[in-house]
């Protein structure tokens, strides 16, 4: 018996998708399990850069902070990031369809790969302006800001304050990286 090779594995639609229990990502059409949970350190870095979402966004109509929520990029890919913000309005389907201004994923140990080369080339071509790879083991954050159709590192934040220009609400938006980290 040999490896298994990619075009073996099994391939799923929104359809199956949506049935399935507990949480999963679809990725052109390959299932990712995204279990076990977030560990306590992971959960507690997203919690705060909601927050700090939240508080920078609360005045602009336009724009909205999500922690995960389904974007259906195409039948076969379905993907969950950790914290967005969406200048839109979302309505009410059980998914988004267009691509967020700015994502955070925050890595573990389970979903390294997958967010830092699999997400990161989805969110470039899907057009997503900010992904900020945040890692919270080594109290780093990764920048990238899409220009000319590619992703170029602002830089690598620990205590920064960086300046997130959105057009929808004609203002930069400074994010203080110093407040995302547990002491």
């Known amino acids: 018996m040999g490896t298994i090779k990619i075009e073996d594995l099994p391939r799923y639609t929104y359809e199956d998708y949506k049935y399935w229990e507990g949480k999963w990502e679809l990725i052109n059409g390959i299932a990712y399990a995204m279990s076990p949970s977030p560990n306590a350190k992971h959960q507690r870095v997203s919690s705060k850069i909601n927050w700090l979402l939240e508080e920078l966004f609360k005045d602009y109509k336009k ?6 929520i389904d974007w259906k990029i195409s039948d076969d890919t379905v993907v969950q990031p950790d914290n967005l913000v969406l200048c839109y309005d979302a309505g009410d389907k059980p998914y ?15 979903t390294f790969r997958k967010d830092t080369v699999i997400k990161f ?17 080594d ?45």
């Not at 080339?121 to 083991?137: H, R």
């Open 63 to 68: 724009c909205k902070v999500y922690l995960p």
């Open 96 to 110: 988004i369809t267009k691509a967020p201004k700015i994502i955070f994923e925050v890595l573990s140990k389970s």
């Open 139 to 183: 109290k780093i954050a990764k920048v990238y800001e899409l220009k000319d159709g590619r992703y170029i590192k602002i830089c690598d934040a620990t205590d920064e304050i960086i300046e997130f220009y959105i057009e929808e609400c004609d203002n930069k938006i400074q994010f203080d990286f110093s407040k995302i980290w547990d002491d």
């Open 121 to 137: 080339n989805i969110y470039e071509q899907e057009g997503v302006k900010y992904y900020v790879i945040v890692n919270p083991d």
